[in-house]
């Protein structure tokens, strides 16, 4: 008889060792940010917010991460009552999985937009496009119009728990690539 696991999903996804928490640099090629700032400033002219995901390949035994591709998953911008919203239905996950797989690429950052302020909000929190550990959440404000020159003003993240993200730490490294 086999014993059954009373791990919760939440302790097991709480383990320092599961996905990306031992990543403490990634690096962001040039053309990968600026094609996705491109999409992103796109959706904003219509007033719409909108997610790309990269997925990238570890260096350093495991201590980097190099992001090789940028997708801009189907999806449905959506403006309510309380705000902006954008989804993405599991079908477009599927497809962003499978590229990812075919590419040899971990899915491993995502990347919105805001109306104003970059933050994580609660449904960027609860919802989030990428779910391991370890992983790259960047929300840029005004629709991303500002581009590269609006650097000082984006809020980037990493996911530490079950529905928790923290601001980067000191001993995280993100480089630009030219």
């Known amino acids: 008889m086999q014993s059954v696991n009373k791990t919760s999903l939440r302790d097991q996804m709480s383990v320092s060792h599961i996905g990306l928490k031992g ?55 959506t403006s309510t009552p309380r705000g902006l919203l954008v989804s993405v239905d599991g079908a477009a996950l599927f497809s962003v999985n499978k590229a990812m797989f075919e590419a ?29 550990l370890g992983t790259l959440s960047l929300v840029i404000p005004d629709f991303a119009r500002d581009g590269r020159h609006g650097m000082d003003r984006w809020a980037w993240y990493r996911l530490s728990g079950y529905g928790k993200w923290s601001a980067l730490s000191a001993e995280t490294k993100v480089t630009i690539e030219k």
């Open 23 to 77: 990543v403490r640099e990634f690096r962001i090629p040039g053309s990968i940010l600026d094609s996705t700032l491109e999409t992103l400033v796109e959706a904003g002219r219509r007033r719409e917010e909108a997610f790309v995901l990269w997925g990238g390949v570890l260096f350093g035994g495991g201590q980097g991460l190099r992001f090789t591709t940028a997708i801009r998953p189907a999806q449905v911008a």
């Open 104 to 132: 040899k690429a971990i899915l491993a950052g995502q990347v919105h937009t805001h109306p104003t302020e970059a933050f994580h909000s609660e449904t960027d929190d609860h919802y989030p496009l990428v779910t391991l």
